[in-house]
């Protein structure tokens, strides 16, 4: 088995941000390791998660050498220019379709408390763009990686990656267009510490109502900050290629409703572009 990386020390400024929030990072409060380059920080959670670490277990890196993004993108996670951070969840169900159950709704959960963890901390009118998609307008400010395990422990464990683009930096040209930053939008240097623990002070509320089963009230959050979802124009693939139509709503399952003449197609995975 290969080793795990050492972690570093916390960076003073976690620290500080961490301390303050204290029992407002709930089940995240006692969890956190930071590193200096991994390769991914889901990667690496999910290392731990498999060797039983705790649920509400951190994994904070300044950098990765192989970030990832959904369907097998590469997110670009230079120093200095992002928050990149995992967590682990033992979310608990009988059924065996509940790991999938709950990762899609931990999606969605954790999409609401980005939102409102960048909201907080920075004052910027974010937006999601479904399923998982952090934006100023139209470009991509963060995203989310949801991956489970099923090794390793009695109760599966779900990886909750999120990213965030924080600092100015040189995007490749194929990101130019359509990737944004913090420091971009605000216009000023900003200090990642109070993004990430008003994110996972977010994330432990949110997480908290999933499991009490109160996820309507996680879609009505989730409808908010998205203004725009309705009759937005929308194309999709599908078996039969690429489909134009707009968005309905999200259902009850945070699937996105949508619509192309008289009919209504549910889609549960895959990639939604405006037009
Ligand atoms: C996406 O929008 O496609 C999801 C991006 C998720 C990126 C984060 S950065 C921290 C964690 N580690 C990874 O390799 N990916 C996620």
Redesign the pocket.
């Known amino acids: 088995m290969r080793t795990l990386p050492p972690p570093s020390n916390i960076p003073p400024e976690i620290q500080e941000a961490w301390d303050r929030a204290g029992a407002r990072l709930g089940l995240f409060a006692r969890g956190l390791r930071c590193f200096s380059t991994v390769s991914?920080?889901?990667d690496l959670a999910m290392r731990f998660a498999d060797l039983g670490a705790d649920e509400g277990t951190v994994v904070l890196a300044d950098a990765?050498t192989a970030?990832?993004?959904?369907r097998g993108?590469e997110?670009f996670?230079p120093i200095g220019s992002g928050i990149?951070?995992?967590v682990v969840l033992r979310p608990s169900g009988e059924s065996k379709q509940f790991p999938h159950w709950i990762a899609s709704r931990l999606t969605v959960a954790a999409g609401v408390a980005l939102a409102e963890g960048v909201r907080a901390s920075t004052g910027l009118p974010v937006e999601l763009k479904w399923p998982?998609?952090l934006v100023v307008g139209r470009r991509k400010l963060g995203?989310?990686?949801t991956e489970l395990s099923t090794t390793g422990a009695d109760r599966p464990a779900v990886v909750v990656?999120?990213?965030v683009n924080s600092g100015l930096t040189v995007y490749t040209s194929t990101l130019v267009p359509v990737a944004t930053s913090l420091e971009a939008e605000l216009g000023r240097p900003i200090d990642r510490a109070p993004v990430l623990v008003e994110t996972l002070a977010a994330l432990a509320v949110r997480y908290e109502e999933l499991r009490s089963t109160r996820f309507d009230a996680i879609l009505t959050a989730w409808r908010a900050f998205a203004p725009s979802l309705r009759g937005a124009a929308i194309e999709w693939e599908s078996p039969e290629g690429v489909v134009r139509g707009h968005a309905i709503d999200l259902d009850t399952d945070g699937a996105l409703l949508a619509q192309a003449g008289d009919v209504v197609t549910r889609l549960v995975a895959g990639e939604v572009r405006w037009r």
């Open positions: 991914s920080t889901n990765q970030g990832r993004g959904r993108r997110w996670s990149y951070v995992s998982n998609d995203g989310i990686l990656g999120i990213g």
